[in-house]
């Protein structure tokens, strides 16, 4: 069983930037895609971004392309999400998933995820 703690998150205004971490224990996430998802109050959980088991490839959510940015350490076991150019609509929890064993990241699908971290972006 692998357990996500996300960290990072805080109040921030807008523009400005932040970084998420993910740390995972219990297993090795080398072996799977890795992704961000968002929830913001009343609304549905999204797809943030995904990154490949190697890193090589990235897929990102049309709401964050060119300014959010996701990478990985497979030696820490640990994904990142660097968001820049914050808006008051990326205010959500952020929820770090443990991709499907089997799924490449372009088809995202995760069978794990944190308990989130909230981020907030103030106008």
């Known amino acids: 069983q692998v357990q996500l703690v996300e960290s990072g998150g805080g109040l921030v205004q807008a523009g400005d930037s932040l970084r998420l971490s993910c740390v995972a224990s219990?297993?090795?996430?080398?072996?799977?895609?890795m992704g961000w998802f968002r929830q913001a109050p009343g609304k549905e959980r999204e797809f943030v971004a995904a990154?490949?088991?190697?890193?090589?490839?990235?897929y990102y959510a049309d709401s964050v392309k060119g300014r959010f940015a996701i990478s990985r350490d497979n030696a820490k076991n640990t994904v990142s999400l660097q968001m820049n150019s914050l808006k008051p609509e990326d205010t959500a929890v952020y929820y770090c998933?443990?991709?499907?064993?089997?799924?490449?990241?372009?088809?995202?699908?995760?069978?794990?995820w944190g308990r989130g971290t909230q981020v907030t972006v103030s106008s």
């Open positions: 998933t443990r991709g499907r064993l089997g799924v490449p990241a372009s088809t995202y699908a995760y069978d794990s």
């Open positions: 219990g297993r090795t996430i080398s072996s799977v895609a």
């Open positions: 990154i490949s088991r190697s890193g090589d490839s990235t």
